[in-house]
């Protein structure tokens, strides 16, 4: 998808420093996750090699300026596959241009099209512009709540 001077396309290896420099940003915000470039080259990695996990992102005049992940887990209560919607962000000053409505909708077309019924994500409770983002895209909210074991 291209237009305005962007694309929306599949990452790849090539873009790994330019996503772990997204990731900062977006863990900078939330206190549930370290900067730690290594490790997110070597998470970035992983999703790559996998069939049933993508990375898109949005490149503008050459550089990578947005990004979302997404990887298919099975769900009893679907009985069929669900997809985990992760790392969404786009770099503060392309932010409301569209990128981040245009990532989420092309990661669903991506979940569907593996046959995934639901999207789920996780955000920080105190990022209150991501919660009001995902009001306006139309995604619901849980009674869950996320806990976790080290
Ligand atoms: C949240 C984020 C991904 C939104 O991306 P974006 O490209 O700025 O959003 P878009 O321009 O695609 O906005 C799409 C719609 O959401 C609305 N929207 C965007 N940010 C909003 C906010 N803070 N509050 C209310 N509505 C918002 C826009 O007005 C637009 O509405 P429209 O359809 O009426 O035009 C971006 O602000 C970001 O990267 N934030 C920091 C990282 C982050 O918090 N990521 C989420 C982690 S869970």
């Not at 992102?57 to 069929?80: D, H, I, N, P």
């Not at 099209?113 to 512009?129: C, H």
Request: glycine share 10%; net charge positive.
């Amino acid at each position: 998808m291209a237009g305005g001077g962007y694309v929306l396309r599949r990452a790849g290896e090539k873009d790994i420093q330019g996503l772990v420099s997204l990731l900062a940003v977006l863990f900078a915000l939330e206190e549930d996750f370290a900067i730690d470039p290594e490790k997110q080259a070597r998470g970035l990695r992983m999703l790559l090699s996998r069939y049933d996990a993508v990375i898109l992102c949005v490149e503008a005049f050459g550089r990578v300026v947005a990004m979302c992940s997404a990887q298919c887990l099975v769900s009893t209560a679907e009985g069929g596959l669900s997809a985990l919607v992760e790392d969404l962000v786009v770099e503060e000053a392309h932010r409301g241009r569209g990128f981040g409505a245009m990532l989420l909708a092309a990661v669903e077309t991506w979940a569907r099209g593996l046959g995934a019924s639901r999207l789920q994500l996780l955000a920080d409770k105190t990022n209150r512009n991501a919660l009001a983002f995902y009001s306006r895209m139309g995604w619901a909210e849980t009674r869950m709540v996320c806990r976790r074991k080290s």
